[in-house]
């Protein structure tokens, strides 16, 4: 691509093999891993022929001026398995830093001027194995750096068990969720949920803003099984005001609590509604996170300047911008202008999942 001076850029390729010091390790690692996708990863497998990667360290007496001192790419006659060589100046047996007496560094030095470069390779194997390792370690635990998607990184890893769902069963029954959860894992830790973490979880997923409204009752059904009746027997243990109800249900001022999404645009708001695109996932997300047994609804509040007007038309929206009403959903009575604040709906999302 050419720069703003309109001339080409170099392949990154070029930049390596001519300006390799110029590059940070773990950057010119990773493009070098892009260029052999097949290879396995530095330190992943016990064959270091196998790895995208060959890794050797400087010998010299001088001081390197950067961390990297050069990379040698392959040739074009070499082979699709010839690896390319990266000299790094920070980790080796000889040389200025390395433990060897200057005596031995010396003469490995005149041993390579010789041609003679088995006591070097012989020292790369051990240096390759430290900074694949090396490598590995600070791709690992930094999930920035990581070529894997998040949840398969260490990190990613760690966040999903601390949330209760890093099992292979869960990561599957999740697959489309896992996005979700990784940035929120840790207002899924512990026992408790909250108001204020469900708002924020649903703030860091929808990106729209949320409030929580607890304690809205509802009335409970009960079994016949459960009702109380007039026996003669002496066995029966319910008692008025304390184990009994008298009817067929009862008020529960805890059974449940209303999300409150908004105000919302016209469009955001219609992908909330059931079929939308963003339905079921904020249902998935709300029944994930509240207590079981929990009932919850959504209420879906609309810019009041957003009410669409009615008008008997079907298929997509029209040229004049009106839109097909939604009983029920996108459609208010109204005489002039809509009185109310932000025109509403609610949702019945059912209950927690156990």
């Given at each position: 691509?050419?720069?703003?001076?309109?001339?080409?850029?170099?392949?990154?390729?070029?930049?390596?093999?001519?300006?390799?010091?110029?590059?940070?390790?773990?950057?010119?690692?990773?493009?070098?891993?892009?260029?052999?996708?097949?290879?396995?990863?530095?330190?992943?497998?016990?064959?270091?022929?196998a790895?995208a990667v060959?890794?050797?360290?400087?010998?010299?007496?001088?001081?390197?001026?950067?961390?990297?001192?050069?990379?040698?790419?392959?040739?074009?006659?070499?082979?699709a398995?010839?690896?390319?060589?990266?000299?790094?100046?920070?980790?080796?047996?000889?040389?200025?830093?390395?433990?060897?007496?200057?005596?031995?560094?010396?003469?490995?030095?005149?041993?390579?001027?010789d041609?003679?470069?088995?006591?070097?390779?012989?020292?790369?194997?051990?240096?390759?194995?430290?900074?694949?390792?090396?490598?590995?370690?600070?791709?690992?635990?930094?999930?920035?750096?990581?070529?894997d998607?998040?949840?398969?990184?260490?990190?990613?890893?760690?966040?999903?068990?601390?949330?209760?769902?890093?099992?292979?069963?869960?990561?599957?029954?999740?697959?489309?969720?896992?996005?979700?959860?990784?940035?929120?894992?840790?207002?899924?830790?512990?026992?408790?949920?909250?108001?204020?973490?469900?708002?924020?979880?649903?703030?860091?997923?929808?990106?729209?803003?949320?409030?929580?409204?607890q304690?809205?009752?509802?009335?409970?059904?009960?079994?016949?099984?459960?009702?109380?009746?007039?026996?003669?027997?002496?066995?029966?243990?319910?008692?008025?005001?304390h184990?009994?109800?008298?009817?067929?249900?009862?008020?529960?001022?805890?059974?449940?609590?209303?999300?409150?999404?908004?105000?919302?645009?016209?469009?955001?708001?219609?992908?909330?509604?059931?079929?939308?695109?963003?339905?079921?996932?904020?249902?998935?997300?709300?029944?994930?996170?509240?207590?079981?047994?929990?009932?919850?609804?959504?209420r879906?509040?609309?810019?009041?300047?957003?009410?669409?007007?009615?008008?008997?038309?079907?298929?997509?929206?029209?040229?004049?911008?009106?839109?097909?009403v939604?009983?029920?959903w996108?459609?208010?009575?109204?005489?002039?202008?809509?009185?109310?604040d932000?025109?509403?709906?609610?949702?019945?999302?059912?209950?927690?999942?156990?």
């Amino acid at each position: 691509m050419a720069s703003a001076r309109r001339r080409p850029q170099p392949p990154l390729t070029e930049a390596l093999r001519d300006e390799g010091h110029a590059f940070d390790f773990v950057q010119a690692v990773r493009l070098l891993e892009r260029l052999r996708p097949d290879a396995a990863r530095p330190g992943t497998v016990p064959d270091a022929d196998a790895e995208a990667v060959r890794f050797r360290s400087y010998v010299g007496l001088a001081f390197p001026a950067s961390d990297l001192v050069s990379v040698t790419l392959p040739g074009s006659g070499e082979g699709a398995r010839a690896q390319p060589v990266v000299e790094v100046a920070f980790v080796g047996l000889a040389g200025l830093q390395g433990p060897l007496p200057r005596p031995d560094t010396e003469l490995l030095l005149e041993r390579i001027r010789d041609g003679d470069t088995a006591f070097r390779d012989f020292l790369d194997i051990i240096h390759h194995r430290l900074l694949a390792f090396a490598y590995r370690g600070r791709v690992e635990r930094r999930t920035g750096l990581a070529l894997d998607t998040p949840d398969d990184t260490a990190v990613g890893r760690l966040a999903l068990d601390l949330a209760g769902v890093g099992t292979e069963a869960f990561r599957r029954h999740l697959a489309d969720e896992v996005e979700v959860l990784l940035p929120s894992a840790g207002l899924r830790v512990g026992p408790r949920r909250t108001a204020a973490g469900l708002e924020r979880l649903l703030f860091t997923v929808l990106g729209v803003r949320a409030r929580v409204r607890q304690f809205v009752g509802r009335w409970i059904g009960l079994e016949p099984g459960q009702q109380a009746r007039i026996t003669r027997d002496r066995t029966a243990t319910a008692r008025l005001g304390h184990d009994s109800v008298l009817g067929a249900r009862f008020w529960d001022q805890s059974a449940g609590v209303d999300i409150e999404l908004g105000p919302l645009t016209l469009e955001r708001f219609e992908r909330f509604l059931p079929g939308g695109a963003e339905h079921g996932r904020v249902a998935a997300v709300v029944r994930r996170y509240v207590e079981p047994g929990l009932a919850v609804r959504l209420r879906l509040r609309l810019e009041r300047d957003q009410v669409p007007p009615a008008a008997l038309v079907g298929g997509p929206p029209a040229a004049d911008g009106h839109r097909p009403v939604r009983l029920g959903w996108t459609t208010w009575l109204r005489a002039g202008r809509v009185r109310t604040d932000h025109p509403e709906i609610v949702l019945d999302l059912g209950a927690g999942a156990a």
